[in-house]
């Protein structure tokens, strides 16, 4: 963690990493995110759930945003700050950036996924007509032991419980 990260930050992450802990204990990849107002108040969390909805989006940035929106009544949530616990992909990634967030906070990186800063850079696309602030690698070692000790436990198992 970086010395200058606010404590709100550090408060919101633990949140998304208990989300995601909600996930592993459905069967669902252990990934988290809790959406936060300009304000610094709670707007809406959610971990992964593609299996259980037999829905591909169900992404837990995906689920967080639609939760937000609808509180809000607003698909816009301008100002606000998405806390994840994985780098977001490319469908979450252009997600945020049209509900105009303005700043991701993730913990661990996405080597093989990841659209913000491992193998792709959309935020940083100067065509785009948003900026996102990103905050990575906060609480990511708690992110990443997650989703390996998830992934260790599946790949134990076997092959038709997997």
Not at 3 to 30: F, H, I, S
Not at 53 to 77: F, I, K
Not at 83 to 108: Q, W
Not at 136 to 147: K, N, P, V, Y
């Amino acid at each position: 963690m970086n010395a200058k990260q606010p404590l709100a930050d550090t408060r919101w992450m633990r949140l998304a990493l208990d989300m995601a802990a909600q996930a592993v204990a459905v069967g669902e990849v252990p990934v988290g995110a809790v959406l936060v107002s300009a304000a610094g108040e709670y707007l809406a969390g959610a971990h992964n759930a593609p299996i259980a909805t037999h829905d591909p989006s169900a992404h837990a940035e995906m689920r967080a945003l639609r939760a937000a929106g609808l509180q809000v009544e607003n698909y816009r949530l301008t100002g606000s700050t998405l806390y994840v616990t994985l780098e977001p992909c490319v469908m979450c990634a252009g997600a945020i950036l049209h509900a105009r967030v303005a700043r991701v906070v993730y913990g661990a990186a996405d080597p093989k996924a990841g659209a913000v800063e491992s193998l792709y850079q959309l935020f940083d696309d100067p065509r785009f007509n948003h900026r996102i602030q990103v905050e990575a690698g906060l609480l990511a070692d708690a992110s990443a032991t997650l989703l390996k000790d998830f992934f260790r436990a599946r790949r134990a198992r076997p092959r038709e419980e997997a």
